[in-house]
């Protein structure tokens, strides 16, 4: 018959009955009728079914109700054990069986909870043994080489990806990953090894779930966005042009407010215990609404700020932006009571303790967003600065200041430059202008400069032959750039007692003057092209090219478009009281509307030289001096005894400070004349529209009495106290100024010896040198034997080189020293 249990595997207690053994069974069920059989019971066999009830090993039990066949194994009383018989595809637990060479199949299979006897155990073998075996594709193995599991994909074997060691993923696509931990590295990014972030329109990211540290690409705004958590912000934006800014990622805890005491401008723009200007990020009315942009709130309370501020540090890129202009871009919308020049803005060099004004530091109000640029220089040895909002006046309205702000390089903007016309009075030959009018423009246009001129001839004017007019003072043509017979411009002749007699003529230019060659040949002369008389005329125009100049230049990109120049010539010829009287000038010019012939009152912050003499009707011992509001500043020349007293200084002021002259030790009456008295007073480097302008200067004091002698000569002079110090240049310990850019720099020095013994013919003698070598020298030499004190000043103008050291030496012909007063300076 056939075999009823075939395909039939057995399983007891979780554990699988060898095929051979089942049969082994099945055999002696056949063979021996005695065994007792339970074919209908209606449940599964318990450990009661036992040789009590004639069970015995072989026994079988069918359970209909389950359908489920047993086999008994063992019939001791009351310890029964039955074995289910497992088929095929029946869902079933084994239990303690080893499985030579299974094949799994069908759905997923489960151990269970792993335990130390409830595991797969995997083979393991080196990396040179497993690569021996045969490939076949889904075999697992562990690796012990490289301690990883491995898998085969018919061609080899690959590791498997592991939680925390590390490996290299190709081609691998991640959802939704997070990634905590050290930073990711891509290493050098290419087509095929980079990140792309996700993107969308502002619109569509705006819907997101606001989550901080989230990245992605704006569309709209083309640029990379971060949320923080409170909506998306454009990456590395910040008040500014969109060049280098170096305070672009500060936040609203990176400013602070200060205490530098009751001053115009700061100290170094930290500490103290402010209580009256407070700062505050912007955010219901801010004037920029960009995404990324911090928007600024400096608020004075109704009291008086002055020596409060709020600064902020930042720190430049290195030696790239060492001794190089740099741009304070400030968009400020400034609400009711503010004053023009409340607040100004400075810079603190923090490597060398040292305050950078910039140029027109002010800030100017306005009830609209205005652009406010500032222009400062850096220091050839500082990347660590401070930028300062400094009350610089008194006023105690309460007021609010909206803004926002960028620091960065001067933009190099290289172009040909073009300026305003101005006005200048050329030197005549072959002609005299009498009664006439001349009336010459000039201004520059890249190497060469455009001249316009008019000339209107008088009742007592006369015309030579070949008349000729100069250049303006300081230019000469390059004449490598034309001939002196190319014509250069073209001239209009009028002859206004027959205006049928009107002729043309061309300009040329030799090596020296601007002369006219009548159309139809021959100079101009009394008679030619026709006799000249009384209102007859000549305008003409030409462009000439001038030595030195070229067309490619470096631009500002903030203009001033104005020189700030006062001048004086000649008096009221008033008496003058000792260090009370205000020394008047008889105005020849003011391009400023500053000065009013006594006062000139400063139109901007910055240094102005100051020049001039002064001219009395009698000798006396007299010193100029220089009072701001009315209050004695400082010296500005040798204490001289005559009628003729020098004026020679620098001042860094403040814009609305009231300069005046005056006069120590004696005073007398002034002696009008416009050749012996006159002053200049002049802002230094203002910028233009042509090449940026930098304020580099320093002033410093002495009252050390320094000790000078015939053994030390020469003797360097040293000046320990400082004023102001730009670039912080000078070294008080040695007296050298090392200059920290290129460019023509004024020196000046003023300085009194103490008493001491003069001998007749005796001399000694004081120079400015560079680099060692003397640039300029004042030799004094007594022709009397005297004992008085002596005030000297010595002064050059040199086109110094970044670099160049520069000191004030002494030599003297007795041991002396200098007098212990403030009054020495350099």
């Known amino acids: 018959m056939a075999n009823p249990y075939s395909g039939i595997a057995t399983r007891v207690n979780g554990q699988v009955i060898q095929a051979s053994w089942f049969n082994t069974i099945k055999e002696t069920l056949v063979n021996n009728g005695a065994v007792k059989h339970q074919i209908a019971g209606t449940t599964a066999p318990t450990i009661s079914n036992d040789d009590s009830e004639d069970y015995q090993p072989g026994s079988t039990w069918t359970d209909t109700t389950n359908d489920n066949f047993y086999v008994c194994v063992d019939a001791s009383t009351g310890a029964a054990i039955w074995y289910e018989v497992a088929d095929t595809s029946t869902a079933q637990t084994m239990t303690n069986k080893t499985l030579t060479s299974p094949g799994i199949n069908g759905a997923n299979q489960s151990m269970g909870t792993a335990s130390n006897t409830n595991r797969i155990l995997l083979p393991s073998d080196t990396t040179t043994n497993l690569d021996l075996l045969t490939d076949t594709a889904g075999l697992i193995a562990y690796d012990t080489t490289l301690n990883e599991c491995v898998i085969n994909n018919g061609s080899g074997w690959q590791p498997l990806v592991t939680k925390a060691g590390t490996q290299t993923l190709t081609n691998k696509t991640l959802t939704s990953p997070a990634i905590n931990g050290a930073n990711l590295n891509i290493g050098t990014p290419s087509d095929t090894n980079r990140i792309l972030l996700g993107k969308d329109t502002t619109a569509n990211l705006d819907l997101l779930t606001d989550v901080a540290g989230l990245i992605a690409y704006d569309t709209t705004q083309d640029k990379v966005v971060f949320n ?252 490598s750039k034309f001939n002196s017979q190319q014509n250069l411009g073209y001239a209009y002749l009028l002859d206004n007692d027959n205006p049928g007699n009107r002729d043309g003529a061309h300009v040329r230019h030799d090596a020296n003057d601007i002369y006219f060659i009548v159309e139809g040949g021959g100079n101009i002369t009394a008679t030619l092209p026709f006799t000249w008389a009384v209102n007859d005329e000549i305008t003409f125009s030409a462009v000439i090219p001038i030595s030195g100049w070229g067309t490619n230049l470096q ?183 090392e200059l920290p850019a290129s460019g023509k720099y004024f020196i000046y020095c003023l300085f009194r010896l103490a008493d001491a013994a003069y001998t007749a013919g005796q001399a000694s003698n004081t120079a400015i040198d560079v680099n060692g070598s003397t640039v300029a020298r004042k030799i004094e030499e ?35 020293s200098l007098v212990a007063s403030s009054e020495q300076n350099i």
């Open 228 to 479: 923080d958590s409170s909506g998306w912000n454009a990456i590395g934006t910040g008040s500014g042009t969109g060049e280098t800014n170096f305070i672009s990622e500060k936040i609203i805890s990176d400013y602070n407010t200060y205490d530098d005491g009751a001053s115009t401008t700061p100290v170094d723009g930290t500490g103290g215990s402010p209580t009256v200007i407070t700062v505050a990020e912007e955010t219901v009315s801010p004037i920029d609404t960009t995404d990324g942009i911090l928007n600024l709130k400096i608020s004075k309370s109704a009291a008086d700020g002055q020596g409060e501020g709020v600064s902020v540090d930042f720190t430049t890129r290195g030696e790239i932006d060492y001794a190089s202009p740099q741009i304070i871009k400030v968009n400020i919308k400034s609400s009711t009571n503010y004053v023009d020049d409340d607040f100004g803005v400075y810079i603190y060099d923090k490597d060398n303790s040292a305050l950078i004004y910039p140029n027109d530091p002010e800030v100017s109000a306005s009830n609209l967003v205005t652009d406010q640029l500032f222009e400062f220089q850096t220091s050839a040895d500082a990347d660590d600065y401070r930028l300062i909002f400094h009350c610089q006046t008194t006023n105690a309205s309460a007021y609010d200041l909206t803004l926002t702000v960028s620091v960065g390089p001067s933009k190099k903007l290289i172009g040909s430059p073009i300026t305003d016309f101005e006005a200048y009075t050329p030197t005549v030959t072959n002609f005299t202008l009498g009664n006439g009018t001349l009336d010459f423009n000039y201004r520059r246009i890249g190497d060469s400069i455009q001249v316009l001129g008019w000339i209107y001839l008088g009742s007592t004017s006369s015309v030579g032959t070949q008349p000729r007019f100069s250049l303006p003072s300081g230019l000469s043509a390059d004449t």
């Open 555 to 737: 631009l500002s990109d903030i203009e001033t478009n104005r020189d700030i120049v006062a001048e004086g010539a000649g008096n009221g010829g008033g008496a003058v009281t000792a260090s009370t009287t205000n020394i008047d000038f008889t105005e020849t010019l003011d391009t400023s509307a500053s000065f009013d012939g006594t006062t000139f009152t400063l139109p901007m912050s910055g240094d102005f030289i100051i020049t001039g003499s002064m001219l009395f009707t009698t000798n006396a011992d007299r010193t100029p001096s220089l009072y701001v509001g009315g209050v004695l500043n400082k010296i500005i020349g040798p204490k001289v005894s005559g009628d003729t007293v020098g004026i020679g200084s620098i001042y860094r002021g403040i814009k609305g400070d009231a300069l005046t002259i005056r006069t120590e030790t004696n005073g007398g009456t002034l002696s009008n004349s416009s050749t012996y008295h006159n002053i200049t007073i002049k802002k230094i480097d203002t910028n233009k529209n042509i090449l940026s302008g930098d304020v580099v200067a320093c002033r410093y004091s002495s009252n050390s009495g320094q000790s000078l002698t015939t053994a030390g000569n020469p003797n360097t002079l040293l000046f320990e106290d400082k004023e102001f110090d730009t670039h912080n240049m000078y070294n008080t310990g040695t007296g050298i100024a």
């Open 782 to 816: 007594y022709d009397v034997t005297l004992t008085t004190s002596r005030s000297i000043q010595i002064s050059c103008l040199i086109d110094g080189v970044k670099g160049d050291q520069i000191n004030i030496d002494k030599t003297v012909a007795v041991n002396a």
